[in-house]
């Protein structure tokens, strides 16, 4: 096993989720942010990304879901105006133990990896394409209706578990929804989650708003 570290800078985003051998761009701009980019390019350039809940603690801060997905920055650039865009590559998800209290403007958590070794074996998909674009027609629809634009035929050129988890992390779902996907132990389980998930929306009209 590699010796992942077990504190972690966190990046509480919401409706935004990341996983292992996914790459995602973030623009980042607020001081506290900032400061943890330059402190993790200064060590092992690890960070964790995890959504925050709804509800608050007693200080008023936004409580963490309990899994995660840790990061690595693989590009890093600084703008004119003094932000930085980065890129970040999935590498493994984790469970938080508890929280640490550090003098950092950003929030750190102890962490364990074990639930998730899976994740460092590439899985190889027994799907083919037109398999999988017959599971999300439902998918296509509601991306569509949303006006979310896919490029499907470049997704043909992804494996199984490439497009299974960019459509997770694209997708018009929920908060909830997302961190389900997420904490899927594994590629079929994330796939038959996504088809539940649909399940709930194809019997709504796809042009009321108020879906979330």
């Avoid at 801060?61 to 590009?75: A, D, E, Q, R, T």
């Avoid at 899985?123 to 037109?130: A, D, I, M, W």
């Amino acid at each position: 096993m590699n010796n992942f570290p077990k504190i972690i800078p966190v990046f509480p985003l919401s409706n935004f989720i990341i996983f292992p051998n996914t790459t995602v761009p973030l623009n980042i701009f607020e001081p506290r942010y900032l400061d943890m980019v330059n402190d993790s390019m200064k060590s092992n350039k690890l960070i964790g990304m995890i959504q925050p809940k709804n509800s608050k603690n007693e200080k008023g801060i936004p409580k963490l879901y309990h899994v995660g997905c840790l990061g690595k920055i693989i590009s890093f650039r600084e703008t004119e105006d003094g932000r930085y865009l980065i890129e970040l590559k999935g590498v493994i998800r984790f469970q938080i133990i508890n929280e640490i209290n550090t003098d950092k403007k950003y929030r750190s958590v102890e962490v364990d990896y074990n639930d998730y070794l899976n994740d460092l074996n590439v899985e190889n998909g027994k799907l083919n394409f037109s398999d999988l674009e017959l599971i999300f027609k439902d998918l296509k629809s509601l991306f569509q209706k949303r006006g979310f634009i896919i490029n499907w035929k470049a997704l043909e050129k992804q494996s199984l578990t490439e497009t299974i988890n960019a459509l997770a992390m694209a997708s018009p779902f929920s908060l909830e929804e997302k961190q389900i996907l997420l904490e899927a132990k594994n590629l079929n389980i994330r796939k038959n989650k996504i088809a539940e998930i649909l399940k709930t929306y194809i019997f709504d009209n796809y042009e009321n708003t108020t879906i979330q």
